[in-house]
């Protein structure tokens, strides 16, 4: 599926357009605005941005230095008590290397009616906190004072930046209404700037030139009203992928009398500014570290297919991964392999030199994780993560062993995001297609009888391959059987399960197998002289997981996979079938989807296939609508009973 599916709004340029003229300001807050018990547009809302003001100027000292200074402006207003946690707001700023990044929060006060007047609290000083989230990058918290349901609280800050090849992103959106939000940037006549700004909402745009000050600049204002809740829905991995956003760099300086001074990057020149890295390019070519090993691990090996398995395994095995991501190394490759954990970069890293060194063609992939967001254009900061890749014929393998239970051609789902970028010594890239993966299968078979009182008794096998598997593994690996059984007996309800056995739960390359026999009580309902019976039992999904109208977003179904159900039941004595549900068969437009619903009987037994399909990590949201009555026919076909009736 390529990236235009997506049906994103990026505006890239500048557009010109009428601004509202109402002036907002802090400090203006009055009775009727105390007095609002909800949100004149958003009822459910539990608190509401009365207006975000910001501007962006900058400044420059007697040594030609730039600051980028940034004032914002915060009105809020609680409606609920579920909207107090707005009482606390937070800031992040940069402190590492020669240059730092200062944060002050000011003018910080709370509103409230009492007794028919306005109270103003201001924020005191130990209402202020300052925290060190890493030694590069600091936060600041503020707390404001009384606090309560009807309350309006403003705050402002400054963020002085010495960094302004890349602004912070903008956020037009919040998880509570927006009534206004209002950005401007002054940008000197000497920079040019890439802006984008993602998302569904409609941003107006203004641009004018301002000759007045040290030099020349170009005013471009930033303005959008009534902006919705940004609400998280089911199937979506990344909100922030779909929210509306400012985002702004660096292109190109140009001093009059000098030359263009380029400083954006394509695809090649972002590759090579990586690759350049001490920490990233240096590092694959440190070898001495491994070679005694790696000698061990190939020996008698004739294939490349079985030293790419051993070395892999190898990596795999002795390394831990510390949570951290990065194309970067942070304490390099030698160190991260004596201690035998490390960053994403380390690990991977290692892993690319002990196959190149083995005489495979392995190479970096540089992948923005779903966290991080699509990597929309050529930017520093486009990607957070590399993996292994080898290129035999017209695929690529895929490699990343920062997992113990990946196999080799999978990546971890965090990693799966659209596209990647391999990188070549020699200087050359390609996009690589990470979303050209194989389907996830989860097999059941269950072979049951139906007893005169209702109760389904049975055994049931149930075989998972690539994603299921590796989720299965992920999550109850570490898990006892007995809590195991406890937690499928709490997902399904009541079913009693016992004979538990799962196989292959440890070799990764194979599939995970359970089986185990149940008692079902809630799939037969006996009315009179008929039984009413759900055949699927505890795998029927009775409920629609699209509920809303419409959807903005795309739906994320994380991977694509196949689930089929071959059901067999044997008929008590003294019922014969009244009623068997017609067969159905449903194709979704795109081939997104595919169900095929199939029963059948003889006399002493009934026979179901069930086979559910969904084709693509994602489905667009313009599809939205299809799916979700796709979903619904899906459930009523499976909710449909088949019917008993004694002779």
């Known amino acids: 599926m390529k990236l235009n599916h997506l049906k994103l709004i990026i505006i890239i340029g500048l557009i010109t357009s009428n601004l509202f003229s109402q002036d907002y300001k802090l400090g203006k807050v009055t009775i009727e605005e105390l007095k609002e018990k909800r949100h004149p547009i958003d009822s459910s809302a539990a608190a509401a941005i009365l207006f975000k003001k910001g501007e962006s100027k900058f ?32 800031v992040y700023y940069y402190v590492g290397g020669a240059r730092e990044e200062t944060l002050r929060f000011k003018n910080a006060v709370t509103y409230n009616l009492v007794d028919g007047k306005i109270e103003k609290t201001k924020l005191k000083s130990d209402g202020e906190f300052k925290e060190e989230i890493n030694e590069d990058n600091k936060v600041k918290k503020i707390t404001m004072p009384q606090v309560k349901e009807g309350s309006i609280i403003e705050y402002s800050y400054t963020l002085r930046s010495p960094f302004i090849v890349k602004f912070d992103d903008w956020y037009f959106q919040s998880e509570i209404p927006v009534n206004h939000v209002e950005y401007s940037v002054y940008v000197p006549k000497y920079f ?41 829905e089911n199937f979506v991995t990344n909100i922030k992928n779909y929210t509306s956003i400012l985002k702004n760099e660096l292109v190109s300086i140009s001093y009059p009398g000098e030359p263009v001074d380029n400083i954006a990057l394509d695809w090649d020149g972002v590759v090579k500014t990586i690759y350049d890295d001490d920490r990233f390019g240096k590092e694959l070519k440190s070898k001495s570290y491994f070679e005694d090993d790696l000698k061990i691990i190939i020996e008698g090996l004739a294939t490349d297919k079985e030293k790419i398995q051993a070395i892999y395994k190898f990596v795999q095995n002795k390394m831990t991964w510390n949570d951290n991501n990065g194309v970067f190394t942070k304490d390099g490759v030698r160190k991260a392999y004596k201690n035998k954990t490390g960053n994403v970069a380390e690990i991977n890293l290692i892993l690319i030199a002990m196959l190149k060194e083995a ?52 990546l971890p789902l965090r990693a799966v995001n659209w596209y990647g970028r391999i990188v070549r010594e020699r200087g050359s890239s390609n996009e690589i297609d990470l979303l050209d993966v194989s389907h996830s299968n989860e097999n059941v078979i269950i072979l049951g009888k139906i007893n005169a009182d209702g109760k389904i008794e049975g055994k049931l096998r149930r075989q998972l391959t690539r994603y299921n598997s590796l989720l299965h593994r992920d999550n109850y690996s570490e898990v006892s059987e007995d809590s195991y059984i406890e937690k499928l007996e709490n997902r399904y309800k009541s079913v009693e399960i016992g004979e538990y056995k799962v196989d292959n739960l440890k070799e990764v390359e194979k599939p995970v197998v359970e089986t185990y026999s149940f008692v079902e009580n809630n799939s037969v309902e006996i009315i009179g002289n008929k039984m009413y019976i759900s055949p699927l039992m505890f795998f029927t999904l009775n409920e629609n997981p699209f509920k809303v109208d419409e959807r903005k977003y795309p739906v994320d179904f994380h991977f694509p996979f196949k ?20 067969a159905s068969s449903l194709l979704m437009e795109n081939g ?38 796709f979903f619904k026919i899906m459930i009523e076909k499976q909710t449909e009973k088949i019917i008993l009736i004694k002779k």
């Not at 000292?61 to 609920?80: A, F, M, P, Q, R």
């Not at 997104?592 to 693509?616: C, D, H, P, T, W």
């Open 563 to 582: 689930d089929s159900y071959n059901v067999s039941l044997t008929i008590p004595d003294g019922y014969e079938v009244e009623f068997l549900p017609e």
């Open 192 to 232: 040019k700037y890439r802006t984008v700004i993602t998302g569904y909402e409609s941003v107006s745009v203004e641009d004018v030139a301002i000759s007045t000050g040290s030099f020349p600049q170009q005013k471009y204002t930033y303005t959008i009203e009534n902006v919705p809740a940004l609400k998280e």
């Open 359 to 410: 005489g495979i063609e392995a190479n970096p992939i540089l992948v923005s994780t779903r966290k991080n967001g699509i990597a929309l254009y050529p930017n520093r900061t486009a990607f957070n993560y590399v993996v292994a890749g080898i290129e035999v014929q017209d695929d690529v393998i895929l490699l990343d062993a920062t997992n113990k239970n990946l196999t080799v051609g999978m």
């Open 592 to 629: 997104y989807g595919v169900f095929r619903y199939n029963v059948s009987s003889s006399e002493k037994s009934i026979q179901m296939l069930v086979n559910f399909n969904v084709n693509a990590f994602y489905v667009p949201s313009q599809n939205y609508a299809t799916l979700k009555n």
């Open 59 to 90: 400044e420059i000292n007697s040594s030609g230095e730039w600051t980028l200074v940034t004032d914002v402006d915060y009105k809020i207003k609680i409606y609920k008590k579920e909207g107090l946690d707005n009482a606390n707001q937070e």
